[in-house]
């Protein structure tokens, strides 16, 4: 008797146990985790009032992409690298790679992105009167990383360029030639 008052017992939970349970869906890792950026300089020293290449190297985590800097659709998040130079420093251009048309099962159109290894390059001045000696240049990466089946939150991460100034008219020799070969 005891062993039939169970199995009915049991068996009345059944339904409220299959429709409570959460449905397993894939864990997504932290969006900051999903790009991996790298920052390069085009000279060893920089003189002062110089300009001078800036490479980053960013890298996707397999089964994700970003949006290019140009996406097709206006609610989309372009894919920037922000300069916050210190006083004196001069931007003097970005250059973003041109996105790849994707076509995914959740749109309609292709859209521009990047996925794999892409390379954003920026050109900055050095001014004539900073202080010679390591030198700490703040850029953000901002992005937003998507799969085939969700967007993480865009997010906006930092990415530090340490160059080493040297007085004006110093010689410069080219630094990672795999990087800024023309």
Not at 62 to 89: M, R
Not at 119 to 132: D, K, S, V, W
Not at 135 to 143: H, I, K, V
Request: proline letters at 12%.
């Amino acid at each position: 008797m005891f062993l039939i008052s169970a199995v009915v017992f049991l068996s009345s939970l059944l339904p409220y146990l299959l429709t409570s349970a959460p449905a397993q869906e894939p864990k997504l890792p932290p969006a900051k985790d999903v790009v991996k950026p790298q920052v390069y300089v085009s000279l060893d020293k920089v003189p002062r009032g110089r300009a001078f290449d800036v490479a980053v190297v960013a890298e996707i985590m397999p089964g994700f992409h970003v949006n290019s800097n140009k996406p097709l659709e206006d609610y989309l998040i372009p894919t920037q690298l922000l300069p916050e130079l210190p006083a004196g420093y001069k931007l003097l251009g970005t250059t973003y790679p041109p996105g790849k048309l994707t076509k995914f099962e959740f749109s309609e159109k292709k859209l521009s992105v990047y996925e794999g290894t892409f390379t954003l390059r920026m050109r900055i001045q050095a001014p004539t009167g900073a202080q010679l000696g390591k030198t700490t240049l703040p850029l953000t990466l901002r992005y937003q990383a998507c799969n085939d089946f969700a967007c993480l939150p865009p997010v906006k991460i930092p990415v530090a360029l340490e160059i080493d100034l040297a007085a004006a008219g110093a010689s410069a020799r080219p630094k990672h030639p795999e990087i800024f070969k023309k």
